[in-house]
């Protein structure tokens, strides 16, 4: 018989259907591979942050109920335009949809996750500060229960698009699971295994889930030969304490059964997002009975302490510092509330450019997502390395000749910190220095490294730096300031005419990035209602994107909103009217003032 499967076309999914298709072929059946696009596929190609646009807000929402990578293949299934559908079971939601069942579920591969480094180093040799890329809330959780020092970043994209990410340095390693890394042939790039103890694994993971329409009983009879009992037992049992447990798109959740000694042995994991606080459970029980294993130990969870994870609210999320723009299913649940609430939220509705560095946009775009905004990302800053480090590195070896060090740009702070590491030093060589930074998230940056700032002004500007040092006598003192190649001079002006001696290093240079004009304007379509600039470099940059003499036209009737004072008036001097202002030069003051503009409004 013919057999048409559906699927998503990313490389591992369409690996997945062919090794389907190879088996119903063995069997004697004609078999083609349908390829469709899922709602979660769209929303992986965007940024970590990238917001629920209304326009797809719907769509999301049902994708919530029934999952982000398997909505439109099993409503094409229930249509009975293909006949099987092929997912990762950990993509499965635990409430099947009426009509469609799981037929099969073939031998798991390897559950396990898995660390890969650039470097090739372990988990455990990697340094403070280090930056790990993963998609899952699950993972994060565990990992910095782990080890504190390191940072999680988030990464999305197809597997190849994270190793790709970690070509190019946005992080120094990879949590992925080792399933998908081994079906792509890619097991040589895997530095460590994580045992089952450091890290369990998502419900499902490693499995595969074959589903067909229930009265569709001669595909059904072709299917179930491929289902591995042991396998299919393991699952049902993890799905049992997923179902019980109901756990919020904030809560990480993990499970894990295999066979032991004629028994089923099965853990649970719930943890705090922080990491701060790890609930885990085991138990054994009969491999006839997994829902009733799955219920036994969610129910120890609960006691254990996991109710009250689970019991947080939503809302302390989305008034927190980083909720997730796009939530991912087989880690999720209860989308459809959350959307349901957005209506409420203060800035529900409104569409918000960020012209942030894309790497850097996520804090910002994200804070506006949870207060209900559609964000477009428009990137006008690209940050390159300087053509040459040498004059940064002579600097830094010739550390104990300076008194202070000065820091304008959390980017600067990253790179002096890696040639810092480059030239063989490390933070203890900065024990000497008075080292001072413009604001918080340049502080932050020194934080992550384990160094504590000294100098930290009231006014996040070059002139409250300037005011923080004011009572001190700097007089034949020795200043290093690492920055971009073109920045404001007062620091360096005002300091040397108080008598310092300063040395300016280029740490980096600011370009503008290419984006074709019609990509700007199909980003503009709708047009925005505020388009945000976070620094003088975004406004200057945006302008060279549109071109000088377009720039008034194209923000015609769309709101400006600065970042402070020195933002606001590159913006006056390039012919546009500032509309909001923050009155604390951060981005969560500026968040404050477009929620505050809106609501005058």
């Known amino acids: 018989m013919k057999i048409v499967i559906g699927s998503r076309g990313s490389k591992l999914a369409l690996w997945q259907a062919n090794w389907v298709r190879d088996q119903l072929v063995a069997a004697g059946h004609t078999v083609e591979i349908k390829v469709i696009k899922t709602t979660g596929d769209k929303l992986q190609r965007s940024s970590p942050s990238q917001p629920l646009p209304p326009s797809i807000a719907q769509a999301v929402a049902e994708a919530g109920a029934k999952g982000l990578f398997i909505k439109e293949i099993e409503e ?23 009509g469609l069942l799981v037929a099969a579920v073939p031998p798991r591969e390897d559950a396990r996750d898995v660390f890969i480094s650039r470097e090739g180093g372990t988990f455990t040799a990697l340094p403070s500060g280090a930056r790990i890329g993963t998609s899952s809330l699950r993972r994060e959780t565990q990992l910095r229960a782990l080890r504190s020092d390191v940072v999680v970043i988030p990464l999305r994209g197809n597997l190849d698009t994270r190793l790709r990410k970690l070509e190019r340095g946005d992080c120094e390693a990879l949590v992925l699971a080792a399933a998908g890394v081994h079906r792509l042939g890619l097991a040589a790039r ?100 997994p829902e009733g294993l799955g219920a036994a ?8 302490g996991a109710r009250e994870i689970l019991n947080t609210d939503v809302a ?24 349901n609430g957005s209506e409420r939220l203060p800035l529900f509705g409104k569409r918000i450019v960020v012209t942030r560095r894309r790497e850097q946009a996520e804090t910002l775009s994200g804070e506006l997502t949870a207060l209900g905004a559609e964000v477009v990302e428009v990137p006008t800053i690209e940050i390159r390395d300087p053509a040459s480090w040498e004059p940064l590195d002579a600097a830094i070896r010739r550390l104990e000749e300076f008194d202070y060090l000065l820091v304008t740009s959390a980017n600067g702070v990253r790179n002096f910190l890696a040639r810092l590491q480059a030239c063989g030093r490390d933070a203890r ?25 000294d100098l930290l002004p009231r006014e996040y500007r070059a002139e409250g730096l300037l005011e923080a040092l004011s009572g001190r006598d700097v007089r034949g003192k020795a200043f290093l300031i690492p920055r971009a190649k073109v920045a404001r001079d007062q620091i360096p002006r005002v300091l040397a005419e108080r008598g310092a001696r300063v040395e300016v290093v280029e740490a980096y240079e600011t370009v503008v990035p290419e984006l074709p004009r019609e990509e700007l304007d199909r980003l503009f379509t709708p047009p925005p209602d505020v388009i945000t600039f976070t620094s003088s470099s975004t406004a200057q940059n945006f302008a060279k994107l549109v071109g000088e003499d377009r720039v008034a036209g194209v923000l015609r009737g769309i709101a400006i909103a600065s970042i402070g004072p020195v933002t606001s008036e590159t913006v006056r001097r390039l012919g546009l009217t500032v509309t909001i202002e923050a009155s604390e030069s951060t981005l969560r003051g500026l968040v404050r003032a477009l929620q505050q503009h809106f609501q005058r409004a």
């Open 76 to 98: 094409a299934l229930r249509a009975g335009q293909v006949d099987v559908a092929v997912h990762s079971l950990k993509d499965l939601p635990t409430a099947q949809p009426e």
């Open 190 to 289: 895997i530095s460590a295994y994580f045992s089952l103890d450091e890290m369990c694994p998502a419900v499902g993971q490693g499995a595969l889930a074959i589903e067909v329409r229930q009265d569709d009983s001669r595909t059904r009879a072709a299917i179930e030969p491929l289902d591995h009992a042991p396998t299919h037992r393991a699952v049902r049992a993890e799905r049992a304490v997923l179902a019980r447990l109901g756990g919020g798109c904030q809560v990480p959740i993990a499970a894990y059964a295999q066979g032991e000694d004629g028994q089923l042995r099965l853990r649970g994991v719930v943890g705090s997002p922080s990491g701060g606080r790890i609930i885990r459970s085991q138990a054994s029980g009969s491999p006839q009975d």
């Open 297 to 304: 130990v969610a129910e120890e969870l609960l006691k254990l």
């Open 316 to 339: 302390a999320k989305v008034a927190g510092e980083k909720p997730p723009g796009v939530i991912v299913a087989g880690e999720v649940a209860n989308l459809r509330e959350q959307l």
């Open 429 to 453: 060589d900065l024990k000497g220095l008075t080292i001072g930074a413009i604001g918080p998230a340049t502080a932050g940056e020194f934080a992550k490294a384990g160094i504590k700032v």
